[in-house]
Each structure stands twice: as structure tokens, then as C-alpha cells.
């Protein structure tokens, strides 16, 4: 069995139901239990929320249901972390058609990215979450009675850029981190090469999303990572007080790009962070002229831009 994101699975006609935004990828998570324990995760060993990741319902199908894929740009596996993990996918690749691949996972070993490299995955993404290595220890790491540690993550995705030439990760905002330390991430990821799909942290077992304006903001420094831009914010006591945005960037970023969802090339991830009709934090699709100038508002309101 595998499982479809309630999304994926209406836009197949697999289950009734309405969607707001098609999800542009298909999203499919492999695994039935999650061996780890990370504190924000649905699917963490100690408290698992069964067929939730992050507020997104999954439902089971068989596998054989993978052929009749059609109409994605993209397909996504989300993978819990078991040790039969690698070869199941191994053996699911085949049923797929002939879509760009992604598979986000846990650490693996380098022979085993070069196993789904050569079985035709295109991009691997290995998920920091955290943007220091004390939050990573608090919410992924050894506190919560993980094997995974801050520097074997970067070490995987090291590796895994000499293995695929799409590289990506995933940063979650809002896990008590400072602005400044997650310019500080991004800037050495994008160094790297490495994408960034941002999200903003999900308050499934308790607390609060970050404010929709620092969201914005954190938005805008990613994609202006993401254009080749560094050196472009100033810091007081690690809150953003200033970014120089370049003139060149005003048309793209007034039209509102920089608050797309982020990832994968295709991914848009529709209402992963939110719900419906509620506050969105990675839009699916373009929004209105009107709703972008908005969203340029709330950056003003969290720090000060200059167009230079």
C-alpha cells in the first residue's frame, strides 16, 4: 500500500471531494510507520496522528494504482523513515510514467542515492527543518531520541550534490530561531546549490504559526537567495531590520513570486500550511495584483526595504 495526499487523490478522480487549488504534483507518501521521532511531525513514533502529515489527510491505495498517474508535472515521494525504505522505492519506480521524480528522505547512505539516482529519481530532498544546530538537537536530533545529527545532515547533502544534480531541503520557520540565523542557512544552501522549500512550522501537538509578516520576509530573503542575490539584509540582535532588493527583482516581486510555494520545479503544495480560507502562508498559484501588493505591505511591516 502507499498513500495518496487527499489532494492528489481527487484530482485522479480516486476520491470525491473539492479542491481549491489542483496540487501541480503528485504526492505520495511510502510507509506505514515512522521509526523516528521528530517533535513536529505528525508521523513521529511517540504520538503519531494516523494518516496526517503535517494537516494534510493521506488515504491508502495499492500500489498498482501508481500507473494511472496523468496530468502531474511532478511526482513526490514522502517517505517515513523504516529500513526497508530504499528498496521499496526501488521497487515502486518502474510502476511510475515517464514523470520527473522527487524523493524526499531521511540521511542514506551514498550508495543508495546512486541506487535511486540510477533508477531515475531526479531531485533527492534531505530536510534540515532547523536552522541551528541547537534547535536541530531540540527537535530532530538526539533530544528526542533520534540517531540523526546536525552535521550528518549536511554531510548527506554534501554528498548528495556530487550524486544528483537537483539538490534540495526543506526549512521550517517558527521553531524559535532568529531571522539571522536563517539567512545565515540559506546563504550557505544556496552556496551549496541546494534549494530550499520553506515552510512555515505547524502547531499539530500545540503552539503558534510564526506571524504571517516574518513569514513574508523569510519568503522574500529565500528568493532572493534563490536569483544568486547574498549580501542583501542587515540584522539588529538577529531580527531583520533592512534588505536591499534590486530593481531588477521590483516586476517579479511586486507580481508576487517570491511568496509562491517553494521547492521542487512544479511543486506548489496546496494548503499543506493552512487551511482553506484561513491565513496562507505558501499561495499555490499566483495571486491577485491586488492580494500581492498586500503581501508586499506585510514585509513592510516586519522590516524595512530599499530598492536598489
Not at 38 to 48: E, I, K, T, V, Y
Not at 92 to 113: A, F, G, K, T
Not at 121 to 131: G, K, R, Y
Request: proline share 6%; with cysteine; aromatic share 10%.
Amino acid at each position: 500500500m502507499i498513500r495518496l495526499s487527499y489532494g492528489t487523490a481527487v484530482k485522479m478522480g480516486l476520491k470525491e471531494g473539492k479542491i481549491l487549488a489542483e496540487p501541480t504534483t503528485a504526492y505520495i507518501m511510502l510507509g506505514e510507520k515512522c521509526v523516528s521521532n521528530c517533535l513536529f511531525c505528525a508521523q513521529r513514533r511517540d504520538n503519531r496522528k494516523d494518516g496526517y502529515l503535517s494537516r494534510v489527510l493521506w488515504l491508502p491505495y495499492p500500489t498498482n494504482i501508481l500507473s494511472k498517474l496523468k496530468g502531474f508535472s511532478r511526482i513526490c515521494f514522502q517517505t517515513l523513515d523504516y529500513p526497508e525504505v530504499v528498496d521499496d522505492l526501488i521497487s515502486l519506480l518502474p510502476l511510475l510514467p515517464p514523470i520527473p521524480v522527487s524523493v524526499s528522505i531521511v540521511p542514506i547512505s551514498d550508495e543508495d542515492m546512486k541506487r535511486l539516482k540510477n533508477k531515475g529519481v531526479e531531485t533527492i530532498s534531505i530536510a534540515l527543518d532547523a536552522a541551528t544546530k541547537e534547535i536541530f538537537d531540540e527537535v530532530k536530533g538526539y533530544k528526542v531520541g533520534n540517531r540523526f545529527t546536525w552535521e550528518g545532515h549536511w554531510r548527506a547533502l554534501e554528498n548528495a550534490t556530487k550524486i544528483f544534480d537537483s539538490v534540495n531541503t526543506h526549512l521550517i520557520v517558527g521553531l524559535g530561531e532568529s531571522d539571522e540565523a536563517l539567512y545565515n542557512v540559506m546563504a550557505k544552501l544556496s552556496d551549496m546549490g541546494i534549494s530550499i522549500a520553506l515552510f512555515a512550522f505547524m502547531p499539530i501537538f500545540g503552539g503558534e504559526q510564526p506571524p504571517l509578516e516574518r513569514y513574508r520576509v523569510i519568503q522574500l530573503m529565500r528568493y532572493l537567495f534563490s536569483k544568486n542575490y547574498r549580501n542583501f539584509a542587515d540584522f539588529e540582535d538577529g531580527k531583520v531590520v533592512e534588505i536591499r532588493v534590486p530593481q531588477e527583482e521590483r516586476k517579479n516581486i511586486m507580481r508576487g513570486l517570491p511568496f509562491l510555494t517553494s521547492g521542487c520545479p512544479g511543486c506548489n503544495r496546496p494548503f499543506y500550511n493552512e487551511r482553506p480560507g484561513g491565513k496562507i502562508y505558501n499561495y499555490p498559484i499566483l495571486p491577485r495584483e491586488d492580494v500581492a501588493k498586500k503581501l508586499i505591505v506585510e514585509c513592510k511591516n516586519y522590516t524595512r526595504i530599499i530598492w536598489i
